[in-house]
């Protein structure tokens, strides 16, 4: 399923069926990407979209630290662990994740992060003109392609209120420990 001029669903998920919220959480997902490739005049690999618990488990035992209540779950609810620190605030079950993906850009990570970040807009969470949730310029493991992480931007799904106070963190980071540690950008 073509879902904008450059982005298919196959490039996000393999699923065959999808739930039409996480289809519309993709789409705006889509949306995004679409607009930074036009920007940048270059193709756009999708490294990871959609991601399964064994998805979630390859990138762990690869040295990874993915978070299980990544965006990349596109809505699909998270049993959490009570010693989990969000146990408090979400309770067992977090289904707030709003769709993400991690991109390689054809002219590199860095080099595409040097040309849009004058386009950013770090006060309204803006890129391009577009509100996203987190861009992240991810260096991970040593011997690692660089990537970026784009996120939808929680509003898409949830009140402003509801964002404000649970769902706000911090939207232009870096991290060069594969997902360990980040700091602003």
Request: glycine share 8%; with cysteine; hydrophobic share 35%.
């Amino acid at each position: 399923m073509q879902l904008t001029k450059n982005f298919s669903l196959d490039e996000f998920t393999n699923e065959l069926e999808i739930p039409d919220y996480r289809l519309f959480l993709v789409q705006g997902m889509a949306n995004i990407l679409q607009t930074i490739r036009n920007v940048l005049c270059c193709s756009i690999q999708i490294t990871s979209g959609m991601r399964s618990q064994a998805d979630f488990d390859r990138l762990r035992k690869a040295g990874y630290n993915p978070s299980e209540t990544s965006d990349h779950n596109y809505g699909l609810p998270i049993m959490l662990d009570s010693s989990n620190p969000k146990f408090r605030t979400f309770g067992a079950i977090y289904n707030f994740s709003v769709g993400a993906a991690d991109i390689v850009p054809d002219i590199g990570a860095e080099n595409a992060w040097k040309q849009l970040e004058p386009l950013c807009d770090r006060e309204q969470n803006l890129i391009v003109g577009i509100r996203i949730g987190q861009f992240i310029l991810e260096k991970g493991l040593p011997g690692a392609t660089p990537w970026i992480h784009v996120s939808n931007h929680p509003e898409i799904a949830f009140s402003r209120e509801l964002v404000r106070k649970f769902l706000n963190r911090p939207c232009f980071l870096t991290s060069v420990d594969g997902g360990k540690t980040y700091q602003p950008l």
